[in-house]
Nanobody, 114 residues
Framework: QVQLVESGGGLVQPGGSLRLSCAAS????????MGWYRQAPGKQRELVAL???????RYQDSVKGRFTISRDNAKNTVYLQMNSLKPEDTAVYYC????????WGQGTQVTVSS
């Protein structure tokens, strides 16, 4: 059974930082492209950051220079370090694993507010 379990969300003030984690089980983690997506109320789910099996990364323009995605294949975990957070980063953040099949985590809420 495949599981993606996100953690690390919460309430943070503008300019603050959070680190999201996604622990995967039931897949050969190292061969999967891992991504973080987010969905704000009333909006479509969008890609935030992606890291593929060789370590190459891709970011949404609005988070470049502020967010960093990384992976630890020994721990089957992908991270999203989020710095300089803005209110518009408020959303539910979802972990995604993609290879021949696609899997999603349950999501973790990130709220940026003073």
């Amino acid at each position: 059974q495949v599981q993606l379990v996100e953690s690390g969300g919460g309430l943070v003030q503008p300019g603050g930082s959070l680190r999201l984690s996604c622990a995967a089980s039931g897949i050969i983690f190292s061969i999967y492209a891992m991504g973080w997506y987010r969905q704000a109320p009333g909006k479509q789910r969008e890609l935030v950051a992606l890291i593929i099996s060789d370590g190459n990364t891709r970011y949404q323009d609005s988070v470049k220079g502020r967010f960093t995605i990384s992976r630890d294949n020994a721990k089957n975990t992908v991270y999203l370090q989020m710095n300089s957070l803005k209110p518009e980063d408020t959303a539910v953040y979802y972990c995604n694993a993609a290879h021949t099949k696609i899997y999603w985590g349950q999501g973790t809420q990130v709220t940026v507010s003073s």
